[in-house]
């Protein structure tokens, strides 16, 4: 039980409550109810003074994988929004968007489709995210492709993929109003690992351009 520990583990690298509480830049006592709640255990001193292994500190800063349903309402609401956009004059009204034939929209849909596949995957399956991210980073690829084949300039085309992003971080934002408190979604988990797998999508579409 937190705060009933036996004993300081000599093997174990300790934390002071406010050496832990400013490596996870929460108030120290944030932390403290942290530990009474039993989210991280805790040893005492003999002076009775808190302590914390370094690895349960660094467990809690891994953001944990969302659930299904989270995952699956995330995607939804990005789809969407992103229909409302089509359908809509915003994007009609991008430069890079009027350089598109009904054969350019038809493929950027299908890669968008490929890439809110991937993003399921990297949400939910923590232990395939490498190999996930080699296939976004090949998506990412495709799209630099295909932009500079239609002589979009890189601005265009980052203008582009943020809109695809916009579609994601939306979908988190617009859970966070309609579920509050409610379900099981970790959203600061959603909006640092939706930004880790479209970076990396980024950069890769950005490398096309460095090479053409």
Partial sequence: MPGKGSGLTPSVKWLSLQDASRML??????????????????????GGHRRFAE???R???EPEP?????????????????????????M????????FDETDKAEHR????????????????PGDRQSVLDEARALGRVFGERSVSRNLRITESV????????????????MAKAVGQSANIDLVAAYQQIGEFTNEVLLA???VYERA
Avoid: C
Avoid at 30 to 43: E, F, M, N, P
Avoid at 70 to 83: D, E, K, P, T
Avoid at 92 to 99: A, H
């Fill in 159 to 174: 203008s582009a993929f943020l809109y695809f992003q916009d579609f994601l971080m939306d979908g988190v934002r617009q």
């Fill in 110 to 125: 299908e890669l968008g489709r490929k890439l809110l596949s991937l993003v399921m995957q990297y949400l939910s399956q």
């Fill in 66 to 90: 969302l659930e299904p349903a989270g995952i699956q309402l995330l995607v939804q609401s990005a789809l969407g929004r992103a229909r409302l956009e089509v359908s809509g004059s915003k």
């Fill in 25 to 46: 830049g929460v108030h120290p006592s944030t932390l403290r109810q942290w530990a009474d709640a039993g989210k991280i255990h805790t040893v005492r001193t003999p």
């Fill in 59 to 61: 467990a809690l800063l």
């Fill in 205 to 207: 579409m950005l490398e």
């Fill in 92 to 99: 009609s009204e991008q430069s890079w968007y009027k350089r």
């Fill in 55 to 57: 690895s349960d500190v």
